[in-house]
């Protein structure tokens, strides 16, 4: 989006886990966190807010449904860590916030491995319903071993395996969300006394190889109908997927610039191949910002987190993604060396590792010197907002998913230090433009899905915006 002016305009999400640690491994020691409170609503409540008063298009929360047991077989690691253990449900920790918030987007994850899409359909509704438009799904096919042994779901044979079942579970969804009640379908006439027309809500009789579902949708039309697409595909199946189904797909900034450039030009040309255009999906880079009155103060700040950080749980986490254990190789060897002997492709590290040309010791001490981690940006405002603008139009990125060291801290700084100055160069909003998040994210007056988007397909009757 570009203002009246021509200018690039940014998009900022954060991006957060209601969990002890997910991007910010050990700094919960750090005496100002106040991360120990992921449990309390007051706490979250303090982070929409701050969200909101730094513009920014929504707060991201991150799910997973299992321990991962990524280093050595057992769960120690993770429960040491606190990492992404315990975790609290996102769907509610979204909903506690809505009333303290008018305008931030709610983004939420939610596998569709695990529950039928119907009751799914149901809770994204029901929180479309509740921040009057604000809702946004993050999809994943979850891959944590431990999930599907809690859930009691056979193992998929393969990561493309449940992006196919995915596709069946979306398009159940869309049948419910966009094809089951009429716009007009609630009438509400004192007069007569009927509240809903049936003549406007319509069964969806799904069939299909994986589910089934009768509907009509229990639920009366949400805002936004379909919640905002998040998605973050990164293999080529799930690129296929995010290219077809995200509105706003994240990305790793992990790799080697060109391999980077080449992923995010691949995700742009799979989603014109589905019809789409330019403008209707949004790429945004995982970030983080530490700044403050000037450099000196950001590098003080930053030399402070790196001193309560645990790189054991970064480690873990990218593990988990990516199933590289460092530790079962010697320090010396040289990463690539390492990941061909583990039977990686190419392909497979574009996204989480940051150039395969380093040693293992490298790679393993990055997670220590968290400054030093790809798209991790250190300095005076002034200095943080141009290489933010640089490193959008190097990319062609819309914006970026922000990962914050310190809570509450770094928000604040975001919110006093940055957003001022992206707001001075006018590429950034000073007033939401819109009342919905998708509006919040592609203009006023797109309430609603793209008649571009696959789901748009399963729409009933010509819709009143
Ligand atoms: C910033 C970021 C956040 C993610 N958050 C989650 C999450 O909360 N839950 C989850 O199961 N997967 C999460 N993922 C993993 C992605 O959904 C996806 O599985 C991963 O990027 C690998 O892509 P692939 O599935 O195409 O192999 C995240 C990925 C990224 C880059």
Redo the contacts with the bound molecule.
């Keep these: 989006m570009t203002d009246a002016s021509g200018k690039r305009q940014i998009h900022f999400s954060l991006?957060s886990?209601p969990t002890l640690a997910h991007n910010d491994y050990g700094i919960w020691r750090h005496p100002e966190s106040q991360k120990l409170r992921f449990d309390d609503p007051a706490f979250w409540a303090e982070i929409a807010r701050l969200c909101e008063e730094s513009k920014m298009d929504a707060l991201f929360?991150?799910?997973?449904l299992g321990i991962t047991d990524s280093f050595g077989g057992s769960f120690d690691v993770s429960l040491r860590e606190g990492m992404h253990v315990p975790v609290i449900d996102p769907g509610l920790v979204a909903a506690s916030v809505a009333s303290v918030t008018a305008h931030l987007g709610l983004a939420v994850?939610a596998?569709s491995t695990f529950d039928p899409p119907f009751s799914h359909a149901r809770r994204m509704a029901t929180l479309d319903h509740l921040t009057k438009g604000r809702a946004g799904w993050?999809?994943?096919?979850?891959?944590?071993k431990n999930a599907e042994d809690n859930y009691g779901v056979p193992p998929a044979s393969s990561?493309a395996e449940?992006?196919d079942t995915t596709e069946e579970f979306m398009d159940v969804a869309y049948k419910l969300w966009e094809g089951s009640w009429e716009d007009d379908a609630v009438v509400a006439d004192r007069e007569s006394g009927v509240y809903i027309d049936p003549d406007k809500v319509h069964r969806i009789d799904h069939v299909g190889e994986h589910y089934r579902s009768s509907g009509p949708a229990l639920w009366h039309p949400s805002p936004q109908r379909t919640p905002v697409i998040f998605?973050?595909?990164?293999?080529e199946?799930?690129?296929l997927?995010a290219a077809k189904h995200a509105e706003v797909v994240?990305?790793?900034s992990g790799s080697e610039p060109d391999t980077y450039k080449a992923l995010i030009a691949d995700l742009r040309a799979k989603a014109a191949s589905f019809g789409r255009r330019r403008e209707d999906m949004k790429l945004l880079s995982?970030a983080a910002i530490v700044t403050g009155e000037d450099d000196e103060a950001a590098r003080a700040k930053l030399a402070t987190y790196e001193k309560w950080t645990r790189p054991e749980g970064y480690l873990a986490h990218v593990n988990a993604?990516n199933g590289f254990n460092p530790l079962v190789h010697d320090r010396s060897e040289t990463l690539i060396d390492a990941l061909r002997t583990d039977g990686f492709k190419r392909d497979d590290f574009s996204?989480y590792i940051p150039s395969p040309d380093i040693t293992v010791g490298d790679y393993m001490d990055i997670f220590k010197a968290v400054g030093n981690m790809p798209g991790t940006f250190v300095g005076s405002p002034v200095k943080v907002a141009d290489q933010l603008e640089e490193y959008l139009a190097e990319y062609d990125l819309d914006g970026f998913?922000l990962r914050s060291f310190l809570y509450p801290n770094s928000l604040r700084d975001f919110r006093d230090y940055i957003v001022p100055e992206l707001q001075r160069r006018g590429v950034y909003r000073t007033e939401y433009e819109g009342t919905t998040l998708r509006e919040n994210v592609f203009g006023v007056g797109q309430k609603r899905i793209s008649e571009r988007h696959h789901a748009s397909s399963f729409r009933l009757a010509p819709i009143s915006a």
């Design positions: 991006l886990m929360l991150a799910d997973g994850t596998a993050n999809v994943v096919t979850g891959f944590i990561s449940r992006y998605q973050a595909g990164m293999s199946r799930g690129r997927f994240f990305t790793a995982v993604l996204a998913l």
